[in-house]
C-alpha cells in the first residue's frame, strides 16, 4: 500500500480490495496459495478461512516485524509456511517447487510501515530518514543521500517520484549536507518545502521526494518484475495471479508485463515477424478499482489497482 501523505490517513490495517483480490484468485480448499506481502496479514486470513484440512498458505514478505507477527498469529497452523525474505525471490524457496495455484501481491509500502513513525517513511512526524521495508538489509535513505551525487539524486527523484523540480531539490540536498548530513524526515520535508513552495493543494511539496527515496532503497520496480516473472513460473496451468499496485510507476510495470505475457507482439507491415513467442498468461478481465464505500472506509485505497491474471 502507498502513501500519499496530500490526503487525511484512513484506519490502519484495513486490507485493500479484499473481496475482489480472493475472490479472483478463486481460492480452492486443497489448494497452495502465496502472499508475498503478509503486511499485517489481512488478505491472508481471507484466503486461510477458504482452505481445508489439506490446503496450503505460503507467506512472505520482507520486514521483520510482518513476519514476527505472521509467526506469532499463524505459526501454529500446519497449512502455514512462513518466509522473511523479498516476493521477487519467491522461486528461491523450496516450498513453492510443487507449484502454486494462486499468488497475492499488494504492492508498495504497508500501513503499519506509514503509521510507525521511527521507520522513516513518512513526514507527518519526525524520525530517522530510513524507509527500507527490510531494516536488516542495504543501505536507508539518508545513508544514500549522503553519498550520492547530485545528477543520481536528481535522476531518482525524476525517475521514481516524477517530480518536476528534481534537479533543485538535488542541488539543495548537496549544499545543506554539506553544513550537516540529513538525517531526519521532517529535515528534509522541510527543506524541500523551503526550496520549491506549496505547489499542489492537498499535497505537501516532500510528497513525490519521499516517494522516490522509497522506491529506490528498497529497489521496489525490479522486485515487481522479478516477482512477477517468479510467481508466473511457479504457477500451475489455471493457477491465478492477483497484483494490487498503488501508483502510476509499479501499475505500469504490472500492465506491461501481463499484456507481454498474454498477447502476441503485432505484426508491423515492412518489418520482419516478431520471434516466436509462447504466451504463459490470460488476464482476467480489465483493471479494478476500489468502490467508493471503501474508498470513504479507508482512504488509503483510493488509488489501488488490482489486476488479475491466470496461467495458460
Known amino acids: 500500500m502507498n502513501e500519499n501523505e496530500g490526503a487525511a490517513a484512513g484506519p490502519a490495517h484495513l486490507p485493500v480490495m479484499l473481496n475482489e483480490a480472493v475472490q479472483g484468485l478463486r481460492v480452492r ?5 502465496l502472499d508475498g506481502t503478509f503486511g499485517r496479514g489481512g488478505h491472508a486470513r481471507a484466503v486461510l478461512a477458504r482452505l481445508g484440512p489439506t490446503g496450503k498458505l505460503l507467506l512472505m514478505d520482507r520486514d521483520p516485524t ?13 497449512r502455514v509456511a ?14 513453492t517447487r510443487d507449484g502454486l495455484d494462486g499468488v497475492l501481491l499488494d504492492l508498495g509500502v504497508s500501513s503499519p510501515q506509514l503509521d510507525e513513525a521511527a521507520r522513516g517513511f513518512s513526514f507527518r512526524a519526525d524520525a530517522p530518514l530510513d524507509m527500507r521495508m527490510d531494516t536488516s538489509a542495504g543501505i536507508g535513505a539518508a545513508d544514500f543521500l549522503a553519498g550520492a551525487d547530485e545528477k543520481e ?4 527523484l525524476w525517475q521514481y517520484g516524477e517530480e518536476r523540480m528534481s534537479r533543485r531539490i538535488a542541488r539543495a540536498i548537496v549544499a545543506r549536507r554539506a ?7 521532517l529535515e528534509l520535508a522541510e527543506l524541500i518545502e523551503r526550496t520549491i513552495g506549496r505547489r499542489e493543494a492537498n499535497k505537501h511539496p516532500a510528497t513525490r521526494t519521499f516517494q522516490a527515496l522509497r522506491i529506490h532503497v528498497n529497489g521496489e520496480l525490479d522486485a515487481v518484475a522479478r516477482g512477477l516473472r517468479a510467481a508466473t513460473d511457479r504457477l500451475k ?3 491465478r495471479l492477483a497484483v494490487i499496485s498503488f501508483h502510476s510507476l509499479e501499475d505500469r510495470v504490472v500492465k506491461h508485463f501481463l499484456r507481454d505475457e498474454s498477447q502476441l507482439p503485432p505484426v508491423r507491415r515492412g518489418l520482419p515477424p516478431p520471434p516466436a513467442t509462447t504466451l504463459r498468461l490470460r488476464t482476467i478481465g480489465g483493471a479494478q478499482l476500489p468502490g467508493d464505500e471503501e474508498i470513504a472506509a479507508n482512504p488509503r485505497a483510493r488509488s489501488a489497482v488490482l489486476r488479475l491474471a491466470e496461467k495458460l
Open 237 to 239: 496451468p489455471g493457477g
Open 179 to 185: 553544513e550537516a548530513p540529513i538525517a531526519r524526515t
Open 153 to 156: 539524486i536528481a535522476d531518482v
Open 82 to 95: 512462513i518466509r522473511h525474505g523479498n516476493f521477487a525471490d519467491l522461486a528461491d524457496w523450496e516450498a
Open 29 to 33: 480448499e486443497n489448494g497452495t496459495y
Open 66 to 78: 510482518a513476519v514476527a507477527h505472521a509467526r506469532e498469529e499463524f505459526g501454529g497452523d500446519a
